[in-house]
Nanobody
Framework: QVHLVESGGGLVQAGGSLRLSCAAA????????MAWFRQAPGKEREFVAA????????IYGDSVNGRFTISRDNAKNTVYLQMDSLKPEDTAVYYC?????????????????WGQGTQVTVSS
């Protein structure tokens, strides 16, 4: 089991940057593949980025590739999402997710553990 809490969301102008954090409670954090998803009003939850146990492998959604960077600090039980060159279409609630002892994937259903989400709003 792992408990996830996101932070770092807020309001930013287009072209700006934000860094989201996801703090995990649990002794085996380093064995979880971690991911970020987002959900805009009226839309399905969308994959953003994922990272493997030790951070060696990362994957990104097409809409954020080249602008967002996922990373993790296992000593701090935290995963980050650095978001640069933000666009109004990046506006959504951003969720952190985890899956134990498995490779990172892009599918919502592959992740049994979720945080409560943090709102990101990008103004034009």
């Amino acid at each position: 089991q792992v408990h996830l809490v996101e932070s770092g969301g807020g309001l930013v102008q287009a072209g700006g940057s934000l860094r989201l954090s996801c703090a995990a409670a649990g002794r085996t954090f380093s064995r979880y593949a971690m991911a970020w998803f987002r959900q805009a009003p009226g839309k399905e939850r969308e994959f953003v980025a994922a990272i493997s146990w030790v951070g060696a492998n990362t994957i990104y959604g097409d809409s954020v590739n080249g602008r967002f960077t996922i990373s993790r600090d296992n000593a701090k039980n935290t995963v980050y999402l650095q978001m640069d060159s933000l666009k109004p279409e990046d506006t959504a609630v951003y969720y952190c997710a985890a899956r134990f002892l498995l490779i990172p994937t892009m599918r919502v259903d592959d992740y049994p553990y979720w945080g409560q989400g943090t709102q990101v709003t990008v103004s034009s």
